[in-house]
């Protein structure tokens, strides 16, 4: 069974700063696809980026980006120049085949963004 | 536009009631789950369904049923509330069956009490 490890429940970090969110996973299947998800405190999952495990280059949508190693079997995101609006519950996710569309979460990691 | 959206927004019921909670959305996808979200636990597949009248069981099915009669409607069915259901629930439907990028895009959530 596929397993989605995040770390850290919760992170800190200043307006404009970078930040780094951990997610490592475990699986024994070789296509596979991760994903990163916000909820702010409205409730909403908010879809922000996706990672091919065949894919060469790292993902990147505007100021996310995800630092995927695959030997490592991590797939971090980071967030550049943070703010305010950030403050949220992030989640990582995992689809473990291209077959099977279901998703594995993590518990995810609540970041709060301070001015 | 196309969406996705739940029905009711918020619940309360009484143990050993039957509730049903409805997922429509509009993006004429073929894949639609059904997950619940509890504290410490991340997000956990209940059910989903791939297509019209087919269903499948996830991590957490005891006490849920689906049904799939259309492409737009995938309701989720508690039999007979308990109190250990009492937690928040999100639908999510994807476009591309078999395909790597094959995104999940959620609705806004119910969130059920079982008194």
């Known amino acids: 069974a596929q397993k989605i490890t995040q770390t850290q429940p919760g992170m800190f970090v200043q307006e404009k700063e970078a930040v780094t969110l951990d997610c490592t996973y475990d699986t024994s299947d070789q296509s596979y696809g991760l994903f990163w998800y916000k909820q702010p405190s409205s409730g909403e999952m908010i879809f922000l980026i996706y990672?091919?495990?065949?894919?060469?280059q790292n993902a990147t949508e505007g100021r996310y980006s995800l630092n995927f190693q695959k030997a490592r079997k991590s797939a971090n995101l980071v967030i550049s120049a943070s703010q305010l609006g950030d403050s949220a519950m992030y989640f990582c996710a995992m689809r473990p085949t291209p077959w099977d569309s279901t998703l594995t979460f993590g518990k995810g990691t609540m970041l709060l963004v301070s001015p | 536009d196309a969406e996705i959206t739940q029905s009711p927004r918020h619940k309360i019921t009484e143990t050993g009631r039957q509730v049903t909670l409805a997922c429509h959305q509009t993006w004429n996808h073929n894949n639609m789950f059904w997950y619940r979200q509890d504290l410490g636990h991340g997000l956990r597949l209940i059910h989903y369904s791939y297509g019209v009248q087919d269903t499948n069981k996830g991590e957490v099915s005891d006490g849920y049923s689906v049904s799939r009669s259309n492409t737009e409607d995938l309701p989720l069915t508690l039999e007979s509330a308990a109190s250990s259901q009492t937690s928040v629930y999100f639908c999510a439907s994807s476009e591309l069956p078999g395909q790597s990028t094959d995104t999940q895009y959620f609705g806004p959530g119910t969130r059920l009490t079982v008194l």
């Open positions: 990672q091919g495990s065949y894919d060469e």
